[in-house]
């Protein structure tokens, strides 16, 4: 069991998640992990201990049918629990589409488009609020104007990530850690999903979110803050 896990609640990529991440935490620290979810009622499902999916059925689509969320006692499922309470609309829509998907084409070996997009975004994804040329700057993935010509907008910024294989991840931050940034309106649907409406954001560069990006030979790292043309396909 992972209840004894450390969240560092002030690090500016958990402090949107500690309205409804700090009291869960304190709540699995003394019971199970689907208990401890549970005593948000108004979440879109219950949570139940792993064991309860059955090894036919696929989750995405149990979670659909019967309306419970398996969790195992770990920090992954922990922020997963959780961004089904922060974000119920947007988990019970890509869920429902994972399951129209999977009633239209089955299980195979490729997920297909849509169900790779799903997963893409639901693992890694985050939602950015932030004025206009930062976006175009985003999208050019021309990171030294985002970082550092720009810079003084960022106070205008929001970054809230959405992924929970993601937020595990940020536990012990690294400098080469990307989110899957949602570009455009917040409409989960099929057709948005299969034209993959992502952009990649190095979270390091984020002011403030990462110790020595003050210096702007931060930027430099072509492992981290990679072209354009490296980043097509």
Known sequence: MEARLTVDWDAPW????????????????TQPLPTALNRCTRAPVRFVAQTQLDGGEPYEHFIFRTRTCPVRENAHDFFNG????KFPGEKSQLNALQAEEIARDGIAAARG???DAITVFDENGA???APQPLWEALAARDWHRLFIALRPMWCDAQVTVFGHALLEKLLTPRKDLTAHVWVGPRQITRQRLAAKPFTPLPLAG??????GNDE???YDDPHVFRSARRNEG
Do not use: H, K, N
């Not at 958990?14 to 620290?29: I, K, N, Q, S």
């Not at 959780?82 to 309470?85: G, K, Q």
């Not at 984020?206 to 110790?211: S, V």
């Open 14 to 29: 958990f402090t949107p998640w500690r309205d409804v991440g700090e009291p869960m935490l304190e709540a699995w620290r």
């Open 82 to 85: 959780l961004a089904w309470l």
């Open 113 to 115: 488009a849509v169900r």
């Open 127 to 129: 939602f950015l609020e």
């Open 206 to 211: 984020i002011p403030g979110w990462f110790q």
């Open 216 to 218: 702007f030979s931060f």
